[in-house]
C-alpha cells in the first residue's frame, strides 16, 4: 500500500462510513431555525465577517480554487492536508464542512468537531463531521499554523472558512491551531 491515502477510498470508508458533503447541514429545519434566531443577537459583530463573505462566498459549496492532497503523515497523527500548488497569503483553502448539531448532542470521543462561534462567543452550536464532511476534517494543529478558522455569515448562518496566513509552498502540510479549549477538552476526557 502506498504512503498516501485518500479518505474517500473504498479502504477508508470500509473503516469508517464517511459521505462527502459540499456544504454545511442542519440535522433538522427546527434546529437551523433555532441556530438562526441565536446568532441575531450578534448582528453588530458581522462587519468584518460580512466583508469576508462577500469576498469568499464564490467559494462555497463550489470546485475548491487550490488542489488539495490528503495523504497519510504517521500512525500518531493520521491523515493530514497537503498543498498540491502554492496558496497566496489571504488565500481561499476550503471550508469545513458537517452537520449543523447542539454540541449537547455530541458524542464525547467524537474529534471531528468545529465550535461554531461568533466573534469570541459560542453559539451551543458545532459543525460535526465525524461521518459526513470534505477535505477539512483532515486538516492537523500546528503551534505555528499557516492557516486560520474564520467564520463567516451566509443567508443569516456561521460557515467556517481556512484562509492562509501566509504563503503556502506546493507539498506542504496545511495546519490551523486547535485552540486551548480543543487541548483541554481532550485532556480532561482522557483522565
Known amino acids: 500500500m502506498s504512503n498516501k491515502l485518500h479518505v474517500y477510498s473504498k479502504e477508508a470508508l470500509k473503516k ?25 443577537k450578534y448582528r453588530g459583530k458581522w462587519n468584518l465577517e460580512n466583508h469576508l463573505a462577500q469576498r469568499y462566498k464564490k467559494y462555497l ?5 487550490h488542489e488539495l492532497e490528503i495523504q497519510w503523515v504517521n500512525a500518531h497523527i493520521g ?25 449537547k448532542e455530541l458524542h464525547p470521543d467524537n474529534r471531528y468537531v468545529f465550535n461554531l462561534t461568533v466573534g ?8 460535526d463531521a465525524r461521518y459526513s464532511g470534505n477535505v477539512a476534517r483532515t486538516i492537523n494543529h500546528a503551534d505555528d499554523p499557516n492557516a486560520e478558522a474564520v467564520t463567516i455569515f451566509v443567508e443569516g448562518l456561521p460557515r467556517v472558512v481556512y484562509l492562509a496566513r501566509r ?14 479549549e480543543y487541548w483541554s477538552t481532550w485532556k480532561e476526557q482522557k483522565q
Open 16 to 40: 469508517e462510513p464517511f459521505l462527502p458533503l459540499k456544504r454545511p447541514f442542519p440535522r433538522s429545519l427546527d434546529l437551523m431555525e433555532k441556530l438562526k434566531k441565536q446568532v441575531r
Open 61 to 65: 459549496g463550489k470546485k475548491l480554487p
Open 79 to 103: 491523515n493530514g492536508v497537503f498543498a498540491k500548488e502554492p496558496i497566496k497569503k489571504g488565500g481561499f483553502i476550503c471550508e469545513y464542512i458537517g452537520l449543523i448539531t447542539d454540541e
Open 120 to 127: 469570541d462567543d459560542e453559539t451551543g452550536y458545532v459543525l
Open 167 to 180: 504563503n503556502i509552498q506546493k507539498g506542504e502540510e496545511i495546519c490551523v491551531d486547535y485552540g486551548q
